[in-house]
């Protein structure tokens, strides 16, 4: 694995799986779609979204995240939430780590966020505040795993 591996479980808007697509472009990042789509992935915004950058990246669609962690138990998974504790600044990140994000609407199932207090991650925020865009939040996390390693990972 080049660098980091982003998950998205079950996103429902076209447009930010497009951008983070881009991202992934841009990073090296690896994408993997967990679970149901809130959209084909023919969507014209998200190919819009993600520009011409769709033969650059490399994507899987997995079942469950459950899947994808057997697939790859020696890596680290990070599972953020705005229902974490820790801030996503607290961990060293190294190469070939996913970072799993949740749903637009929904968010990380609680159970996997329950489950994993010592690798669920949070970006700090105004507490009176829902959440941030997911395409802005995947952004903030890549971008500081990394910088944390130098950017070496490039």
């Not at 996997?112 to 952004?139: G, Y």
């Amino acid at each position: 694995m080049k660098t980091m591996n982003i998950v998205l479980h079950e996103p429902d808007i076209p447009q930010n799986t497009g951008n983070i697509i881009r991202l992934c472009a841009c990073t090296g990042c690896t994408l993997y779609l967990v679970g149901k789509l809130g959209f084909h992935i023919t969507d014209k915004h998200m190919k819009r979204a993600g520009l011409d950058y769709w033969q650059d990246v490399e994507i899987h669609k997995i079942p469950t995240i459950k899947e994808l962690e057997e697939n790859f138990p020696e890596n680290n998974f990070y599972y953020l939430s705005t229902k974490a504790q820790r801030l996503y600044t607290e961990v060293c990140f190294k190469s070939g780590d996913f970072l799993v994000f949740g749903s637009e609407t929904r968010g990380l199932p609680e159970e996997i966020v329950f489950q994993n207090p010592e690798k669920a991650l949070k970006i700090p925020m105004s507490s009176d505040k829902r959440s941030l865009n997911l395409a802005n939040s995947v952004s903030i996390v890549v971008y500081e795993a990394l910088r944390q390693n130098g950017f070496s990972i490039l």
